[in-house]
Each structure stands twice: as C-alpha cells, then as structure tokens.
C-alpha cells in the first residue's frame, strides 16, 4: 500500500495510507473459515518474500507487530502485510520515516 502521511498524536501513531479491500486473518479465524491447504501454502510463501525484502533493506527493518489482523487477504488471492508503526531498523529504533510500497506481494 501507498503510505502518505505518520500521524502522531500523544503516544499513538496513526497511518494514512490506501485502502487495502480484503479481510485480515484475524477475520477468518474468529468466524472460523478453513481455507485450504494450497491457500494457506501460497499466503505462506508471500509473507516469506515480504520478510525477505523487509529484511534485505538497509537498515533492515523488522514488522515487530505480525499478527492475523495485520495479514489482509485480498479478493485476488495476494496478501498484505499491515501496521508498519511499531517497525524497528536493526539497531530497535523505531521506524518514523514514511515506507512506500512496503509488505505487498501478489
């Protein structure tokens, strides 16, 4: 997704960014969908290539919040990984630069 703006508001910080259409994991979970096995394969694979890129940038940069309800599930299949807030570099200071087009994979 397109990330254009941090907002922080006492110790709370919101992200303006596109609209991702979807339902996060968190979602199928509590209503207890079962997707099946390929699916659960494929969104595997994608959250590794989001991980390897994350983590190829320099400096490095660690999710520190991955969870069913930051894994969007997109109509077409792909996920999205979501929440950069809580994100630390290598060295565990937080992340406050905008991140485009981070924790997309189709």
């Known amino acids: 997704p397109q990330v254009y703006d941090f907002i922080q508001r006492d110790n709370e910080i919101f992200t303006v960014m ?3 259409q ?3 994991l968190g979602y199928f979970i509590q209503n207890k969908i079962k997707p099946e096995e390929r699916e659960i394969f494929l969104w595997l694979k994608q959250l590794c290539e989001v991980l390897v890129y994350l983590h190829s940038r320099k400096p490095v940069i660690i999710h520190n919040d991955i969870k069913p309800q930051n894994i969007i599930l997109r109509p077409d299949g792909s996920v999205c990984l979501v929440d950069f807030n809580v994100s630390f570099d290598k060295e565990n200071k937080i992340m406050a630069e905008a991140r485009r087009n981070l924790g997309v994979f189709s």
């Open 18 to 20: 596109d609209y991702i």
């Open 22 to 24: 979807g339902k996060d």
